[in-house]
């Protein structure tokens, strides 16, 4: 028979052999290999995700929370506009002198009749976009607007300005 490895160790005097009473009283059937240990790495990695993904979910949420409440106040903004411009607009259906202006980097137009033109290049009347429309109304309605949304005042002439940024006379019918 063949010697073990054990004996094999003793004889050469590698190993010693331990005395009886410090020796394990246990077999090796009795013995259960511990559990494979995982890696820090591993741990240390599934923590890193575990924590990215709550991050980002945070400021998904975060960033949704923000756009709802920009939402909430646009919309309260437009419903403001609409009580204060309701049954005020000067629009004539039959006027047809076009006044042109500037609003979203293209040239618009609303269209005025004789009496309205020189009273909208003097600042008494004032142009407010609504709900795509754009509605001539008083000077004062105009900066009414302007307090409630910046950007629904379009056009409010200064009276003191003889001619526009580009040195064009905001009077010019073209």
Request: glycine fraction near 6%; hydrophobic fraction near 35%; aromatic fraction near 2%.
């Amino acid at each position: 028979m063949a010697e073990s490895l054990r004996d094999q160790l003793l004889k050469s005097g590698i190993a010693r052999q331990l005395k009886p009473e410090t020796r394990p009283k246990h077999d090796k059937h009795e013995r259960r290999p511990p559990p494979p240990k995982r890696e820090r790495s591993d741990i240390d990695l599934a923590k890193a995700y575990a924590i990215r993904d709550s991050s980002e979910r945070a400021e998904r949420d975060r960033t949704q929370r923000e756009a709802e409440q920009r939402a909430r106040e646009k919309k309260e903004r437009r419903q403001k506009l609409a009580s204060l411009l309701n049954g005020k607009a000067l629009n004539v259906a039959d006027a047809d002198i076009p006044r042109h202006f500037p609003h979203a980097n293209k040239i618009r137009r609303i269209y005025v009749t004789a009496e309205q033109l020189p009273r909208l290049n003097g600042g008494e009347l004032g142009v407010v976009q609504l709900a795509g429309r754009y509605l001539l109304v008083e000077g004062e309605i105009a900066r009414s607007a302007r307090d409630i949304d910046a950007e629904a005042l379009v056009l409010l002439c200064d009276p003191h300005e003889s001619s526009g940024e580009d040195g064009v006379p905001s009077d010019l019918v073209w």
